[in-house]
């Protein structure tokens, strides 16, 4: 079992930047896939990003594509997503999850789940 601990959320203003930090502590963190979700009031929580065991292949929404950046230290047992160029759209509050499988933008194949981070991008 792993719990997580989100981090770094705020108030920023449009074109600005974000850095949201997830630390690990349980079992071994390299041992799990990570993913990002976010849910925005009144939506249903969708997926932003994913990052597998090693941190050598990543995946991201279109809608995040280009902006959003994650990572990960396995050292550190931290998985990281650095958000630039925010938007309005982007507020939300973030989700860092952990899967013991592959991973990857369907949230039913995460394991454990952070009790998230609010991001709020004013225009």
């Known amino acids: 079992q792993v719990q997580l601990v989100e981090s770094g959320g705020g108030l920023v203003q449009a074109g600005g930047s974000l850095r949201l930090s997830c630390a690990a502590s349980?079992?071994?963190?390299?041992?799990?896939?990570m993913g990002w979700f976010r849910q925005a009031p009144g939506t249903e929580r969708e997926f932003v990003a994913a990052?597998?065991?090693?941190?050598?292949?990543?995946y991201y929404a279109d809608s995040v594509k280009g902006r959003f950046t994650i990572s990960r230290d396995n050292a550190k047992n931290t998985v990281y997503l650095q958000m630039n160029s925010l938007k309005p759209e982007d507020t939300a509050v973030y989700y860092c999850?952990?899967?013991?499988?592959?991973?990857?933008?369907?949230?039913?194949?995460?394991?454990?789940w952070g009790q998230g981070t609010q991001v709020t991008v004013s225009s």
């Open positions: 349980g079992r071994t963190f390299s041992s799990y896939a």
């Open positions: 990052i597998n065991r090693s941190g050598g292949s990543t």
């Open positions: 999850a952990a899967s013991e499988r592959v991973g990857g933008s369907f949230e039913r194949r995460y394991d454990y």
